[in-house]
């Protein structure tokens, strides 16, 4: 009965939570109702730069590099170049390009890209779509090998190729010189052109003309503003100033986002005045985002819109991918840390008056401090971009954030396992070591699970902590539960829902764990009941 | 069976014990009495190694086990133990206390025969079960068998002290050190468990026993020793240590007890 009160109690908490969050949303309407009309984002139709795309090839494969070359020529020349551009800016339909799984064994032509750059490159589902995508997958055909597409950061892309990870970048990848250290360009094939991107009830920048116009009037307004831009895009460097570039910048500050389309959602938010981003996406996510923001029930419609991408666009896989790997993490990363952290927890309240265990504890003591003073993100860069090329290893984003969170996590039970088996009476270990056990048996046998009952509490801490921490691997490359909510946000331009649904499923999971915890000990607590 | 010579233990700066002889014969029950922080717990406790002597030497069934480079676990395995504040396995069940040892040395004597003799059969289940019927003929002996499957959490002080004693007694030992058996037992527990060392002494135990309670050393001892400032001050049968005490500081500890 009491069990029943208690779940019935979270759902109607669950439920308050949502309805709450349903009032904020109807709210937004009642107040876009009373200024008359939704205040959208509109696109300044002058070009602030005008710059060429290219792909970046593989320093070391300048075969690779001619090969692109002459298929840029050749589609240029017979018209699949127009037909390609066709389908994402003309009546056409973009083609879904699927990317075979890595494997060093095949021929394979490995494209890193960063699908969140519409309608360059951009995901629905498990397809690949986009004018590179689309030329990737020709090119690959071109070759005669297999196409494998490696989605990462934008920032990662061309590193990724100077580190030979990926034969070539396909993403919108403009020609400039210090990306030249890490790729050899191809011949340009597409120019592009960066676009300003203001709210539509501002009228400053009605009567400009020219670039000269827009650029005096951003000077003018001085370091007040904000502007928007997507991280290691042209936009960001004309915006901050950048001396290759021959780009003066502006006295206003800076501020980059993952992509486009936060930094409008973001404008759209009053926390900035202006976004500078690529014209083609920009014209994709302004359309989006107006469309869902004109007429009534925007809420309604954010969540239809998640529901679609979630349900119809097979979202829900990657939900799903997100969620196993999150608990993968989590639950091994625990095992791993239970298992080496209660070895450490032994060595150091070992008896010390001889050699061997001072040297361990030693051990342990520098083991503990180095992974409890650096954060768990920089110990996954290091392991992950720089002990593994060092040590010559590949290993999946997963598998090492499994080995870092177990290892750094190992550190922290220790000390919790320790003072769980200070808290034994030592009297436990000398009746062990009376009827004739040895030291690591009394202690495996009689104070370890002890100890374990007395810490469960603070293991239990551990493990919710785990969960939620694991929220940052996406920085190694692993899909986890964030990659999957930000992969639905970028498709449908809209972060609310799917952040929101993000938040829930993370509170659920670690209500889960509390109520496994509990059950856990009761059952442990058997052997200290008195009747 | 055990000759103590000379042995000394220090904590640190601090003498405990300074030079203890003492012959211990097969059947022996031995008394130690003496004031608080004298040494005699500290004596015990050094005559199985709980606490390193840093002096001296241990001679039990002909190996000197104060030598750090004896294994120390095998010759445990031979001198029970029984605390003043019981130490029962409080993650084991009554009868796994019992069983816990046996059952570990049990199997690893076995294995190890095995690697010598192929013909040796290893079975835990048969192991485990002869150390079950075991426990409960031991358990059934202080008249505890219902108890068998309860957490010691669950027992008085007297039941968990009897558990403890028999718990020694089912590694079959040629010895048995007892710390103040008696000493964190409610009054009317004390009977019960003096009346099962009574039984032990009786079948012909050897028993080295750490004790306040004067009646029983003199009733069930046939050798009892006064430790004070960790030596051994009078030693002798319980009458004449009784009847007649010869030391000053035994007759002043005996007119405070007595």
């Not at chain 1, 021959?246 to 800076?254: K, L």
């Not at chain 1, 598998?399 to 808290?423: D, H, K, P, Q, T």
Request: proline share 3%; net charge negative; aromatic share 8%.
């Amino acid at each position: 009965m009491k069990k029943f009160k208690k779940s019935l109690f979270l759902i109607l908490a669950l439920i308050m939570a949502l309805t709450s969050l349903t009032a904020c949303g109807s709210k937004d309407d009642a107040d876009a109702a009373k200024s008359g009309e939704a205040i959208t984002a509109k696109i300044i139709e002058i070009d602030l730069t005008v710059e060429e795309y290219a792909f970046g090839i593989d320093k070391t494969q300048p075969e690779l590099l001619e090969q692109a070359n002459a298929f840029i020529a050749q589609i240029k020349e017979d018209g699949t170049f127009d037909d390609i551009c066709n389908n994402y800016f003309g009546d056409g339909v973009p083609v879904a390009v699927s990317s075979a799984p890595l494997d060093p064994n095949k021929d394979q032509l490995v494209v890193a890209t960063n699908a969140a750059f519409e309608p360059f490159e951009y995901m629905e589902g498990d397809y690949y779509y986009g004018i590179d995508m689309e030329i990737a997958a020709r090119f690959a055909e071109y070759l005669g090998v297999e196409l494998v597409i490696q989605n990462m950061e934008f920032d990662a892309v061309c590193l990724s190729v100077g580190q030979q990870k990926c034969d070539i970048a396909m993403a919108g990848l403009t020609i400039k010189e210090d990306r030249k250290e890490y790729v050899n360009f191809t011949d340009p094939y597409y120019n592009a052109a960066q676009k300003l991107i203001i709210k539509s009830n501002d009228s400053s920048f009605d009567d400009c003309t020219t670039v000269q116009d827009i650029e005096a009037i951003l000077t003018e307004k001085g370091d007040t503003i904000k502007i928007g831009v997507q991280n290691g895009t042209t936009g960001q460097f004309y915006s901050e100033g950048d001396e290759s570039w021959g780009f003066a910048g502006f006295p206003a500050e800076t501020i980059g986002y993952k992509n486009g389309s936060l930094a409008i959602q973001d404008l759209l938010n009053d926390n900035i005045d202006y976004v500078i981003i690529d014209s083609a996406p920009a014209t994709c996510i302004t359309e989006s985002i107006n469309e869902m923001l004109t007429g009534s029930g925007s809420f309604k419609r954010k969540v239809d819109k998640f529901v679609d991408i979630f349900v119809e666009q097979d979202g829900y896989k990657k939900v799903v991918e997100g969620l196993k790997n999150t608990l993968l993490i989590a639950v091994l990363g625990l095992v791993i840390g239970i298992l080496i952290g209660t070895i450490i927890a032994t060595i150091r309240v070992l008896p010390k008056y001889k050699v061997l265990p001072r040297v361990l504890n030693g051990i342990c003591s520098f083991y503990v401090g180095l992974f409890r003073g650096t954060p768990i993100v920089v110990q996954l860069l290091v392991f992950y971009y720089v002990m593994l090329p060092i040590m010559g290893l590949h290993m999946t984003g997963v598998n090492v954030a499994i080995l870092v969170f177990g290892l750094n996590s190992a550190a922290y039970i220790s000390e919790i396992m320790r003072s769980g088996i200070l808290s034994v009476d030592p009297g436990q270990m000398e009746a062990g070591r009376a009827v004739g056990l040895s030291y690591g048996t009394t202690m495996v046998k009689i104070v370890i699970p002890q100890a374990v009952k007395n810490i469960l509490p603070t293991l239990g801490n551990e493990f919710i902590a785990l969960i939620k921490e694991t929220s940052v691997v996406s920085f190694i490359g692993a899909a986890d539960l964030y990659v999957a909510f930000n992969y639905i946000g970028s498709n449908s331009y809209e972060f609310m829902v799917p952040y929101l649904v993000m938040a829930i499923i993370y509170i659920v999971l670690v209500l889960l764990i509390s109520l496994g915890i509990k059950i856990m000990e009761r059952s442990l607590r058997k052997s200290d009941r008195r009747s | 069976m055990i000759d103590v010579v000379n042995l000394e233990k220090s904590f640190g700066e601090n003498k405990v014990l300074n030079g203890i002889n003492v012959k211990i014969e097969k059947g022996d029950i031995i008394c130690v009495i003496g004031p608080s922080g004298s040494g005699k717990s500290t004596f015990l406790r050094c005559l199985n190694c709980m606490e390193d002597p840093t002096g001296g030497e241990i001679i039990f069934n002909g190996v000197d086990i104060a030598d750090p480079k004896v294994d120390i676990n095998i010759h445990r395995r031979h001198m029970g133990m029984v605390f003043q504040h019981f130490n029962l396995f409080n993650n084991k069940t009554v009868i796994e206390n019992i069983m816990l040892a046996p059952v570990y040395v049990k199997c690893k004597e076995t294995k190890k025969a095995r690697k010598k003799d192929r013909t040796i059969k290893y079975n835990k289940k048969e192991i485990q079960k002869e150390a079950r019927e075991q426990a409960m003929a031991l358990l059934e002996r202080i008249g505890l068998a219902d108890k068998a499957d309860v957490y010691p959490s669950t027992l008085s002080g007297g039941q968990k002290q009897r558990v403890a004693i028999v718990r020694s007694l089912a590694m079959n030992p040629d010895v048995i050190l007892f710390d103040e058996p008696t000493s964190a037992l409610d009054p009317e527990m004390v009977g019960e468990v003096l009346d099962l060392m009574k039984s032990l002494a009786n079948d012909g135990m050897t028993m080295i026993i750490v004790t306040h309670e004067m009646g029983f050393a003199r009733e069930v001892a046939n050798k009892v020793l006064f430790i004070d400032d960790g030596q051994i001050l009078e030693s002798g049968t319980p009458e004449e240590f009784f009847g007649n005490p010869k030391n000053p500081r035994l007759k002043e500890f005996l007119s405070k007890v007595l």
